[in-house]
């Protein structure tokens, strides 16, 4: 395995391009803040190079057969377990978070690739009885075209791998621009397809300045359909773009979690569970748990367990092996951090755990629990998107279940009782794409990944992950 940063680079046409005269931009290790690695930027030619190597792979790429397809993805699939140290030390050396963590994230990737390698050999279409008895109709699901995707920093191999893996076995060629904070896993992933076989242009890499790569790639009449995850505000945007060229949209964008813990819950088991979670990837997650609502009776001895595991949480490098929350990923997330905190102070909440910046190296920030936080506090209202998790005692849970839907967001939410009544009221009840009972069991590949309301439109992985992917064709014929 090498120690090796990775060798950042664009990938168009079946080719890595390095700098060569390019823009650079420097990578940073979010626990050092040191630079490891330069980026190239793409250039316009390098971005029209892209767009013509996807429309002509396309033509081939759309008629190769599932199963090949799916044996192509297996291939990346054992490739990314093989590599899964070396790819997730660069992970963690470039996006901060605990080895061990990057490395489940390429696992878990692999999986992903098997699943649409399977799944892609069930694109079926449908006969549709005729009116007369020489006619033949039929409904055909066909490859929509050249794709533009645009992935996030927080995952950024897991988030990479589930749109290609999806745009692939569907026959579309597709042109993703990763994180530019975070290179290293998108640039892993190119290199995996590329060893597997994948014929030049069915994937390309790029990267720039957002905003410019997104509207050149989403107006050129060469892309059919844009898949983007991050915030809410960039994915209005890219919507509202997307909208004007009347191109197909995936967003999968931001969350404010709602947490409910009824008093008939195991309530220690609810806190330790909650405790590990929110501050995975210290909190850097679209559908960490967000706002906590317990319930009165159990408020106390939730309280007491969630703020005493916090305070331990082991904040550190995260190539360190005792480290169980790295540092931000970058410098704008603590800033962010500390405005929620100090907005929450000032408006009567309390600090229970953490609440600050730790060192003056790095972007670390305590792994935080505030209490009694008024609703219309920023950190009960925004995605704070890191560390800090906001807990308020509730009564009634159809008065909770109201304010937990009171936010533009929908993506996932949680809660934890014994009672079936409950959890029945609550999955009726909760508007998001996700409901979690007593355990956490999203983000599999076989099941829908996705939010209602402000946090998108579409489903990644499940038998839906297909979807915004292919267009309809209603072919008659008569005899
Ligand atoms: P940001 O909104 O500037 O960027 C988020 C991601 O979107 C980055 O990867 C960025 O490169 C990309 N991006 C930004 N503008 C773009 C554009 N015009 N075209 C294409 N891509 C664009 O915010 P940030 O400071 O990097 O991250 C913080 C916020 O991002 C959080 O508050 C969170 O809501 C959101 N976020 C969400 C997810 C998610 O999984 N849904 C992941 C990462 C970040």
Known sequence: MSNAYEKLALY?????????????????????????????????????RAL???????????????????ALLRKVGQLSRDRSQEIGRNITLDQGKPLAEAVGEVLRCADHCDWHAEEGRRIYGRVIPPRLPNVRQFVLREPIGVCAAFTPWNFPFNQAIRKIAAAIAAGCTIILKGPEDSPSAVVAIARLFHEA????????????????????????????????????PVGKQLAALAGSHMKRITMELGGHSPVIVCADAEVERAAT???????????????????????????DRFMAKFIELTRGIKVGAGLESSTKMGPLAHERRVTAMSEFVEDARTRGARVEAGGERIGNSGNFFSPTVLTAAPDDSKIMQMEPFGPIASCVPFKDLDNVIQRANSLPYGLSSYAFTSNTRNALRIQNGVEAGMVNINHFGQALPEAPFGGVKDS?????????????????????QMD
């Open 12 to 48: 168009i046409d079946g080719e890595f391009c390095e700098g060569e005269g390019r823009v650079e931009q420097a990578v940073l290790d979010p626990a050092t803040g040191q630079t490891i690695g330069k980026l190239p930027h793409a250039s316009r030619a390098d971005l029209d």
């Open 273 to 299: 569970m909650l405790s590990a979670f929110k501050f995975t990837n210290a909190g850097q997650v679209c559908v960490s748990p967000t706002r906590f609502y317990i319930e009165e009776p159990a408020y």
């Open 197 to 232: 076989g994948l014929p030049p242009g069915v994937l390309n890499v790029v990267w720039g300045v957002p905003h410019e790569v997104s509207e050149y790639l989403i107006a050129s009449p060469i892309v059919r359909k844009v898949s983007f995850t991050g915030s809410v």
């Open 52 to 70: 013509a190597a996807a429309q002509r792979a396309f033509t081939t790429w759309r008629h190769v057969s599932p199963t090949e397809r799916g």
């Open 456 to 476: 998108g439109i579409g489903s990644e992985g499940g038998t839906e992950t297909f979807d915004g992917y292919l267009v309809t064709k209603f072919v008659t």
